[in-house]
């Protein structure tokens, strides 16, 4: 007879997850009956009638173990592959996560390019999903200058994944000299850049996030001199909005200063 | 001439903006360079795109003339002396500030500087060198930066601007020697040859002195290089410091010969052939400028005007390979011909600028630079023109069905390249998965495979996806057309096809 299948359930954060990997990990009890659920608000719809439900501490020690393990057994990337599906917002994140890890630990370094194993396949597009993601905001994401002396520039994104952390890194680089904000309006986070490459990520209070709102109201003389070189840069004799379309999606176009 | 004396910087941007927009290379591709303390500014080898025009093209550099004055006459060009358009120049300053006022807010990867001739060539490359020191020096950018060679400047300031920029292009502007001779009077083979072969030359000694400085090498570099095939331009740096003769005895090996048309012809004396003398070292001012970027680490591009002089696809393919084999270059861009000055001598355009012929040749410029094709594998002189229809690589296909059905599970990579559906990432992804396990059709998809293409093309464990699958030219054909949106849709009046579908595979921002 089959076991029945044990749920954990963790706080929705990447500690929370990674804690709950570990702890799935430990027990043994067999990765086919294995479930990783966040808690998010809605939670209660999909309540499984013959499961165990196992309740997660987070712990900062579970985390570090799983992460330093993933890297050190298995491959860098697959630490990178981990770290990024932990950033997604996928609901099936915890489970990809748990399986390809033990995976991982059995297969080795050749684990990420197993794409015929269906939980390597799911890290993978989630991978890539969150990166391609966090390309577009480098792209389009824009910065404006909320303050002349000293300069401090700003720029509100809305991703569906926690991209923060990999596109700061590289603003950071690119601007060595500035102070910059870039603020997730989804996630209400933000990192703060100082000046020589120092930066730090925060969760915001309401009031913070407020602020920023706030400043982001203001206008600046570039805008107009953008605009006037993104319309007259195209070749009315190619118009072509549908290919436009499908290069610049509509919903990345919400903070671009071009369309607003 | 109308002159806007006392123009806004809006105004000019708009005038110069509006002057520099048919020119179509906008990448920030070719060189990884890391931010630097006190400096504004890094690059990406894979290159940012930041916005998209109205008409679909992307915008990743400020791409702008210096000044849209210009005495010469090229009877294509919007530009040209006897227009009666708006006339406006820059200073160094407003260029310079513009560039970084716009990166600041990520509205751009860098600058893309080109310019209408005024006075003199040299005169014009002084004024592009003078904003580029300063945008360098000054400003202290240190982004992405594209400049103009132009043809006819000496070459100390040919070099001077190689020291400042990340990549450097010199338009070919027409396909044939002789179509230039028609329609740019005032620019010839030669004067545009020349500043190529030095840049090309340069960055062969700099590559040697300074290393590779964050740039690569092209894409059909690796391609040859992978296929065991002679590397471009391999031996033209040692044939220049020796001999300082012409450039003979390149690699014969898949050069293609147009002949009748002298496009490659290793002729020394006829001007239309691809190839000039070489100067016998190409940089001299290592002591004078900063060498910390190295001299055009990004490489060269070119631009070729299609459909203004009535060239065909074969020529032009032929004149792309030779220029990727004998000077190095990193791209070929190709520009649809758009009348833009009803002249009597240029053919008259019905409708829409030849879009699609544009779309299939740039499909078999990544072809030539990714997949290993040979110019003569997809055109001949018989014949010399693309199928409409069909993209390039399924045409070769239906073309040698010999080669088809290939074995997923077993097929070497440079196979499973030439398969229509499979690009080079999942090509490499499939080399790489099957280590683990054979794989079936379910995992191809997940690996990016473009299924509708590929299923009359491959098989998984010696079966075909469907057992009804026939490997017949008709009956392929057939359904590669009822199945396959991008190839019959939109074809007429209106072209909405995704022009860029085939960067997918790359991500190129460009």
Known sequence: ?260 | MIFQENATLKQKLEILSDAAKYDVACTSSGVERKGKKGQIGNSVASGICHSFAADGRCISLLKILFTNECIYNCKYCINRCTNDVPRATFTPEEVCTLTIEFYRRNYIEGLFLSSGIIESPDYTMELICRTLHDLRRLYRFNGYVHCKAIPGASPELIEEAGWYADRMSINLELPTAQGLRELAPNKNRKTILTPMRQIQNGMAESRAELGMKGGNQSAYWYTQKRLGRALPGADIAAIGEKTNSNVKGLPQQGIIRADGTGLVRENPQAENSLSVKNASTALSQWKHRDTSRGFVPSGQSTQMIIGAAGESDYEIMAVTEALYQKFDLKRVFYSAFINVNQDANLPALRGQPPLRREHRLYQADFLLRYYGFRAEELLSEKRPFFNTYLDPKCDWALGHLEHFPVEINTAGFDVLLRVPGIGTKSAKRIVEARKSGSLDYHALKAIGVVMKRAIYFITCNGRMMYHFLKIDEDYITRNLLENDKDVMKDFGEKVTYKQLSLFDDYAEGG
């Open chain 1, 1 to 260: 007879m089959d076991k029945p299948t044990r749920i954990y359930q963790c706080e929705d954060t990447a500690e929370g997850i990674l804690s709950a990997v570990y702890d799935a990990g430990l027990s043994g009890y067999g990765h086919k009956y294995i479930k990783i659920q966040p808690q998010t608000e809605n939670q209660m719809e999909n309540f499984e009638l013959f499961a165990e439900y196992v309740p997660v501490v987070t712990e900062e020690e579970k985390v570090l173990r799983v992460i330093h393990s993933v890297r050190d057994k298995i491959s860098r990337q697959a630490h990178f592959y981990m770290m990024s599906a932990v950033a997604s917002c996928y609901p099936d994140r915890g489970d990809a996560i748990y399986q390809f890890v033990t995976y991982g630990f059995t297969m080795g370094a050749k684990v990420c390019d197993a794409l015929q194993i269906p939980c390597v396949k799911r890290i993978f597009e989630i991978k890539r999903a969150v990166h391609n993601e966090a390309h577009f905001m480098k792209e389009f994401l824009r910065f404006q200058e909320v303050q002349r002396e000293p300069a401090l520039l700003l720029a509100v994104i809305e991703p569906k994944n926690r991209v923060i952390p990999f596109i700061t890194e590289h603003f950071a680089d690119r601007f060595p000299e500035e102070w910059f904000i870039i603020y997730d309006k989804t996630h209400k986070e933000a990192s703060f850049h100082y000046r020589e490459g120092n930066w730090e990520l925060h969760i915001l209070t309401e009031e913070e996030a407020e602020k920023l709102e706030e400043l982001l109201e203001q206008q600046e003389d570039y805008v107009d001199l953008w605009k006037a070189f993104f319309n007259s840069i195209t070749i009315e004799e190619r118009k072509n909005e549908k290919l436009q379309r499908n290069m610049f999606a509509l919903h990345y176009r919400k903070h671009a200063t071009e369309f607003l």
